[in-house]
């Protein structure tokens, strides 16, 4: 019979295990109800050792909300192949499903918390919603958005976080319908605004041609041509 013998991490593999811990502790309750020795229980190591890789729960804190926000940021990473809807259907989908597992997180990360500075939860939003923003104007063939379509696609990433937010007190709505919703909901912005404006219609109209019959765009028309008759 063999004994095991406990491996000596290196200091940035402790840090990171760390961070995973509190990350894992913070998707079921928030941040700040989580104490330092609940995440060195989890850790299997001392509260005195938490503090000698990390100062206080603050930094610990800071850290996991970090690599919260870089991992939701990459959630709207998506190849340009496919129709556009096909393709903001699978972000969406990404995007809850992170919502989904790291709800309290989620929570803490967006609407900030005692725990932490304005300034370092501040940073970290906008961190994740300029990375959005970038990916959504890169799906829309554009690196110079007119004033309108700053406007649309920034007021469509705040409703998709005011909406996973407000869904996660409860999830009274089925998350599919969400994620479709949303992607229909960018849809019916862009046309709101190309009804306008001769700009948006002209960056519309191609990516509209390329819609397939069954895909959530044009479910949205069938739908609204539903509702109107």
């Known amino acids: 019979m063999t004994t095991g013998v406990r491996r000596r991490m290196g200091v940035e593999e402790r840090r990171q295990q760390l961070i995973g811990v509190a990350l894992e502790l913070f998707s079921r309750r928030s941040p700040d109800e989580v104490s330092i020795d609940e995440i060195a229980s989890a850790a299997g190591i001392s509260r005195p050792l938490v503090y000698h890789y990390f100062p206080g729960k603050l930094s610990l804190y800071e850290a996991a909300l970090k690599r919260a926000s870089e991992d939701l940021a990459s959630r709207f990473t998506e190849p340009h192949e496919g129709p556009l ?3 903001l259907l699978r ?3 990404r995007f809850f499903e992170f919502v989904d597992e790291h709800g309290p997180g989620f929570s803490a990360l967006m609407r900030g918390g005692p725990a932490v500075g304005s300034s370092t939860t501040n940073a970290l939003v906008d961190s994740v919603h300029q990375a959005a923003y970038e990916q959504i104007l890169s799906h829309l063939g554009v690196t110079e958005p007119p ?3 700053e406007l649309v696609v920034r007021s469509w990433i705040s409703l998709a976080e005011s909406t996973a937010l407000i869904w996660l007190d409860g999830r009274r709505i089925p998350r599919e319908e969400l994620e479709s919703q949303l992607v229909q909901d960018l849809g019916a912005l862009l046309a709101v605004s190309a009804g306008h404006d001769e700009e ?3 960056l519309l109209r191609p990516l509209l041609r390329q819609e397939p019959g069954d895909g959530p765009f044009a479910d949205l028309v069938t739908r609204l041509v539903k509702l109107a008759s």
């Open 85 to 87: 809807g096909a393709r």
């Open 91 to 93: 972000v969406m989908r």
């Open 147 to 149: 004033a309108r379509l």
């Open 200 to 202: 948006m219609a002209a």
